[in-house]
């Protein structure tokens, strides 16, 4: 295995996507809600990946709220935000429902064999775009609070957990898929905010994800490009050991590196265990090929597999799983 995740064409495989996984550059799948129509079929995609490729990593953006890829024959899960705001402040309660949380979202996609999910958010609810209601909480207690207890659920359930946007998102208010922000405070103001997730839970967190934001005062490339961000500060400073994921290479925050080549060199050489490319499906091919020589994959991203789960019908019904799904139909309608 490579140091490439890309995505699928749809909800079957294409002859792209046939050439995709034939590459030893590819480590792993990401799935989009292009690639679901319902449960029957996602059971098929993944069983034919399966066939090809059964060491891939699969995974998924499924956070819940308006970052849920999957929905019909899934649960609807509410936003992080939602779980503070209906416990009406109420830390312990509000720690207990995450933990319901990420048991009930990491259990359903284990039932699909799918590994894992890009989750949770670690970014603070400040003045970001495309942060919002996806933080657990404004400030570094709460976000500390609810993820930790959202991550011992994915735990339970047998999924590893991502941390993301390292150091953070939350502070600035442009959106990295659509611009590049810039975040121009102090790195010591940093460490007193955003990061403060991060680095409490680091012990707990399997991999991050770093954010395409650039912060001046530290380095004049974005955190996922860079070897003081992501060398320097997690892996020396903080002593991360888990697993570095970029974020995706196709949002305009990452475009300053060039082509996607160069991007993904970029990421890998500034400290990333594995680039993603989504949504570019010729580019990721053409990468891919190119790859292949490029370096395997350090053993802590095999970390990152499932562990076994129960089938989705033992799953559905049991009294944990019922008493979960009900409170997310709770917590959706929080207001």
């Given amino acids: 295995m490579g140091p490439l995740m890309a995505d699928l064409t749809g909800t079957a495989l294409t002859d792209t996507d046939k050439a995709l996984l034939a590459c030893d550059s590819l480590c792993g799948l990401i799935l989009f809600t292009r690639n679901f129509s319902d449960p029957e079929q996602l ?17 998924v953006d499924h956070e819940g709220g308006r970052v849920q890829r999957f929905r019909e024959g899934f649960t609807v899960l509410p936003a992080a935000s939602q779980i503070l705001k209906g416990a009406e402040g109420d830390q312990r309660q509000a720690q207990e429902w995450a ?32 942060i919002g209601e996806r933080a657990f909480g404004s400030t570094p207690d709460a976000v500390i609070a609810l993820a930790g207890a959202y991550i011992e659920g994915m735990h339970d359930a047998g999924m590893a957990c991502v941390g993301k946007h390292f150091p953070g998102h939350g502070s600035v208010e442009a959106d990295s898929h659509l611009a590049a922000p810039v975040d121009p405070r102090p790195l010591a103001q940093i460490e ?10 680091g012990a707990k967190l399997d991999a991050i994800m770093p954010a395409h934001v650039t912060f001046p005062a530290v380095c004049d490339q974005p955190a996922g490009y860079s070897a003081t961000w992501l060398g320097k500060i997690l892996r020396e400073r903080m002593g991360y050991q888990g697993v570095i994921f970029s974020d ?3 949002m305009a925050g990452a475009a300053g590196a060039g082509n996607y080549l160069r991007r993904t060199h970029t990421a890998l050489t500034a400290g990333c ?4 490319i ?4 010729e580019a990721a091919l053409a990468v891919a090929r190119v790859l292949a020589p490029w370096q395997q994959v350090p053993e802590r991203v095999q970390a990152m597999k499932g562990k076994p789960s129960v089938n989705w019908t033992a799953l559905v019904s049991s009294d944990k799983w019922q008493q979960a799904a009900a409170l997310a139909d709770r917590l959706r309608e929080v207001h």
């Fill in 273 to 276: 265990d594995i680039a993603l």
């Fill in 248 to 250: 995706d290479l196709g």
């Fill in 278 to 281: 989504c949504n570019q499906g």
């Fill in 43 to 59: 059971s098929q995609l993944i069983a034919d990946v399966r066939r090809r490729r059964p060491e891939l990593l699969i995974s």
């Fill in 99 to 130: 933990k319901q949380m990420g048991w009930l979202m990491a259990s359903e996609l284990r039932a699909f064999d799918i590994d894992f999910s890009f989750a949770p958010v670690l970014d603070l609810n400040g003045i970001s775009q495309v």
């Fill in 192 to 201: 007193a905010q955003d990061m403060v997730p991060f680095v409490t839970l």
